[in-house]
């Protein structure tokens, strides 16, 4: 059983940062395609940014390419997302996908709320 928890979320001015973390057990990161996805209130669940599953190939969101960058870390078997120059419409429940290589299941994490004021 593949579980994903989120952590690092929390509320923080219009310019700040913050880190969230996204810890894989039941499998590892290598064997997965990791994936950020963000969901404000009364809106759709988005995608904000994805890694491979050798790191080594990293998309994002139009909305948020150059401020924020996913990384993974095989030996901590976490994926996180570095959170720069927030804005206002940043805030939102932010959850961590799985998509393990060849398959087409998923596995989300059970999200972490991160506010930022103005």
């Known amino acids: 059983q593949v579980q994903l928890v989120e952590s690092g979320g929390g509320l923080v001015q219009a310019g700040g940062s913050l880190r969230l973390s996204c810890v894989v057990s039941g499998s590892t990161v290598s064997n997965n395609i990791m994936g950020w996805y963000r969901q404000a209130p009364g809106k759709r669940r988005e995608w904000v940014s994805s890694i491979n599953s050798s790191g080594d190939f990293t998309n994002y969101a139009d909305s948020v390419k150059g401020r924020f960058t996913i990384s993974s870390d095989n030996a901590k078997n976490t994926v996180s997302l570095q959170m720069n120059s927030l804005k206002p419409e940043d805030t939102a429940v932010y959850y961590c996908?799985?998509?393990?290589?060849?398959?087409?299941?998923?596995?989300w994490g059970q999200g972490t709320q991160v506010t930022v004021s103005s």
């Open positions: 996908k799985a998509t393990p290589v060849g398959s087409n299941q998923e596995y």
